[in-house]
Nanobody, 118 residues
Framework: QVQLVESGGGLVQPGGSLRVSCAAS????????MGWYRQAPGNQRELAAT???????NYADSVKGRFTISRDNAKNTVYLQMNSLTPEDTAVYYC????????????WGQGTQVTVSS
């Protein structure tokens, strides 16, 4: 049974920081590319950041320079450090795991709410 469990969401003021985490189980974590996606009300789900099994990272232009994705293979966990948050970052943040070779092995977490508001 594959599980991706996000945590760390919440309410933060504009300009603040937050770190969300995604703990994976049921997969060989080191073989998976991991990603964070987000979906704001009324919008489609969009990419925020990804990190490959080898550690290469990619960011959406809207978060570049403010967000940092990282992974700890020993803990089967991927993180998203979010700094200089704005109300436009308000969304449900979803964790994604996709096998680096067998792309059909694609899993999603349940999401964690991040709200940026004063």
């Amino acid at each position: 049974q594959v599980q991706l469990v996000e945590s760390g969401g919440g309410l933060v003021q504009p300009g603040g920081s937050l770190r969300v985490s995604c703990a994976a189980s049921g997969i060989i974590f080191r073989l998976y590319n991991m990603g964070w996606y987000r979906q704001a009300p009324g919008n489609q789900r969009e990419l925020a950041a990804t990190i490959t099994s080898s550690g290469s990272t990619n960011y959406a232009d809207s978060v570049k320079g403010r967000f940092t994705i990282s992974r700890d293979n020993a803990k089967n966990t991927v993180y998203l450090q979010m700094n200089s948050l704005t109300p436009e970052d308000t969304a449900v943040y979803y964790c994604n795991a996709i096998h680096s070779i067998a792309r059909s092995r694609n899993y999603w977490g349940q999401g964690t709410q991040v709200t940026v508001s004063s």
